[in-house]
């Protein structure tokens, strides 16, 4: 029998249809009784939820035995090479050349990673097409994603997804900035889910007005301008810095003992504190404000051949210890 279930009068009319005709009757009585049985009873109930848990399962393993041979490398390592990778790891071919026979030399206790703003997609395709010996983290999207790599499969960690979401709301956001006409959004491939990209210019008062604004609604972000025109805003959690000091945390490799190489603004967190810093020669205007500061080494020699440099000065490869002081 059909009903409309928001027609009262239909409901009572099938059911004194029901009750008037005993073939009815009996027959939905048996169907009713059988069917409980079949699927509300508590046998019934558990192997529907256990066969549903066993592809839940199916799936979580397969990405466990992906992950663990990732994880235990990064559990192995001691240290850690991080570099941006515009105007930084690339930009010169033949420093670049230098820094990937460096890197296949070392040894597997030193990781090599990279934090970019770019999507993790862009960010894989780039550094393959230059022929980068390819990282086991990329953190991408300006610090909004870790991605882990294993024999060039991705796997994103799901643990910084859950750590920056707090608080963050990127619709409030998108509305409220609509209001500052400086303000130009970017294409929409190089927006993300924990991340607002715009491109303005570096008039003063600029960002203290997109930072005025975010406060006066009482919303936490992390407002980051870099190579004079690229805004982007990120949960209040996430950065370059602040994904790499996760990554520390996560596996256990000493801030001491990681080594960070940048050339402009979305740089200068993971540059600043108790890292290694190194700021390659062809750094931008933004980063001069690091100058004098402790464990921020400023290198004469450009893009990859800056890493190098830096790695030398902090005589990072033969340090196991990670006690340099200057």
Do not use: C
């Not at 010169?92 to 999507?119: C, H, M, Y």
């Not at 983290?137 to 870790?146: F, K, P, T």
Request: hydrophobic residues 35%.
């Amino acid at each position: 029998i059909l009903i409309d279930v928001s027609d009262t009068k239909n409901i009572s009319a099938a059911v004194n249809k029901i009750l008037d005709t005993d073939k009815l009757w009996k027959e939905f009585s048996e169907n009713g009784m059988k069917n409980v049985k079949k699927y509300y009873t508590w046998e019934a109930h558990t192997k529907s939820y256990l066969k549903e848990l066993e592809k839940l399962v199916a799936e979580v393993k397969d990405k466990s035995d992906t992950f663990a041979p990732v994880g235990r490398k990064l559990l192995d390592m001691k240290k850690l090479i991080v570099s941006d990778i515009d105007h930084t790891l690339l930009g010169d071919d033949n420093s670049l050349r230098q820094f990937n026979t460096l890197l296949n030399k070392i040894s597997p206790e030193i990781g090599f990673a990279v934090a970019t703003g770019r999507t993790v997609d862009s960010a894989f395709e780039v550094l393959k097409k230059n022929n980068v010996t390819l990282p086991i983290v990329i953190i991408s999207s300006v610090g909004s994603e870790i991605y882990y790599n294993y024999k060039s499969e991705l796997i994103y960690s799901t643990g910084w997804h859950a750590h920056i979401k707090h608080q963050w709301n990127r619709g409030k956001i998108f509305e409220l900035l609509k209001q500052l006409k400086f303000l130009q959004y970017q294409e929409e491939e190089n927006q993300r889910e924990f991340k607002i990209s715009y491109y303005t210019s570096d008039k003063p008062g600029n960002l203290q007005k997109v930072n005025e604004l975010l406060l006066n609604n009482k919303i936490k972000a992390n407002i980051i301008f870099s190579h004079g025109q690229f805004l982007d805003i990120l949960p209040y959690r996430a950065s370059k810095g602040k994904a790499i000091r996760y990554l520390s945390y996560r596996w256990n490799i000493p801030h001491e003992n990681i080594l960070v190489a940048g050339d402009s603004g979305n740089d200068e967190e993971m540059l600043k504190g108790d890292l290694m810093g190194v700021v390659v020669g062809n750094y931008m205007p933004e980063l001069e404000s690091l100058k004098d500061t402790r464990r921020v080494y400023f290198s004469k020699k450009n893009y990859a051949g800056g890493i190098i440099d830096g790695i030398e000065y902090y005589n990072f490869l033969t340090n196991t210890k990670g006690d340099f002081s200057e």
